[in-house]
């Protein structure tokens, strides 16, 4: 289970008027905001008090999770019937955070060998199991995940339980074991209005075997307030066809703004990677062992050729800085 507690900023939710080409199996219901929330710092979070999710998550299990973009299409409809307009995105100065991430060199547009520190999340929410990708980020913990928003919270609704990270997942086998999560923190502005524009979260894992995270798989570096408009390459495991979610595959390509919804703020690059590719990591440059700046998070059509993902401002270091800083 989880115990959820809020610290957030004043919110409204966002107009939209897309329709994503996602998923429509899985039976998540939003739950409502607890009693108790605080506006505070802009960042919800939830303790999981829930262990077992190393043990559930059989390569059975492993391989039926629902990709988990269903969720993102459900916040976007809830956004539809209850519009309003955000304020502008804050953005503050260019920061770097360098990592520990192997020097691997990527292929693009291609089937990928597995990476170390990037990996599937398996989650579970209103009793439907789901699957995403997520990456091992640099943190003072040494056990922080990044993954998208809709990846462990509704959005807006409640957060997920047995949320559990396999890094270099390939073929239903966790070479580096199963990380089950201890925390889970996202941007007051998804967990609270399902905002596109802030659809990232972040995990802070148990320790296996007495090692953190960091320490067996590697950690990316991270970047937030950068240029837009720059050259990426995004890694994940798409589970819907054509692919089957076995295996990592990336995409690589010049970032450019949404034309459809520029309220959401985000950035698409080429890329037909399919549902249970959500929460993988963009890194800059043609690596995945550059700095990561993004993750995916939706794309428009049945056959998306672009991959958009959320502007990592300020508001989502400030998710980051409190996940990362967690003890």
Excluded at 185 to 210: C, H, I, K, R
Aim: hydrophobic share 35%; proline share 6%; net charge positive.
């Amino acid at each position: 289970m989880t115990s959820t507690r809020t610290l957030a900023t004043s919110l409204m939710s966002l107009t939209t008027a897309a329709l994503f080409a996602l998923c429509s199996a899985g039976q998540a219901t939003a739950a409502p905001a607890s009693p108790d929330t605080k506006d505070v710092a802009g960042v919800s979070s939830a303790a999981v008090t829930d262990t077992s999710g190393a043990d559930y998550w059989t390569p059975e299990r492993m391989r039926s999770a629902i990709p988990a973009d269903v969720l993102a299409k459900k916040a976007v409809e809830r956004q539809k019937s209850n519009p309003a307009v955000l304020p502008e995105q804050a953005k503050g100065p260019e920061t770097k955070i360098q990592g520990s991430a192997p020097q691997v060199q990527a292929k693009a547009n291609a089937s990928e060998t597995p990476v170390s520190h990037i990996g599937k999340v398996f989650f579970t929410l209103g009793g439907t199991n789901y699957v995403c990708s997520a990456n091992s980020v640099v943190s003072t913990n040494r056990n922080t995940v990044s993954t998208a928003g809709h990846c462990l919270n509704e959005g807006p609704g409640a957060f997920a339980t047995k949320f559990t990270f396999v890094p270099a997942y390939l073929n239903g086998a966790a070479p580096y074991g199963k990380w089950t999560a201890k925390a889970l923190y996202a941007p007051t502005q998804w967990s609270s209005s399902g905002s596109m524009e802030y659809d990232t979260g972040f995990a802070v894992m148990s320790q296996l075997n007495g090692q953190n995270l960091a320490d067996v798989v590697g950690a990316s570096g991270v970047s937030f307030n950068a240029a837009r408009g720059l050259a990426y390459k995004a890694f994940g495991y798409p589970a819907a066809s054509p692919f089957n979610g076995e295996s990592l595959k990336s995409c690589s390509g010049t970032a450019t703004n949404d034309p459809y919804n520029p309220q959401f703020n985000s950035q698409g690059i080429p890329c037909n990677m399919t549902g249970g590719s959500s929460g993988g990591p963009w890194f800059i440059g043609t690596s995945s062992s550059g700095y990561q700046n993004s993750v995916n998070s939706y794309g428009y059509g049945s056959k998306s050729t672009t991959m958009y993902g959320p502007y990592w401002g300020s508001v989502i270091q400030q998710a980051y800085n409190t996940a990362s800083s967690a003890s």
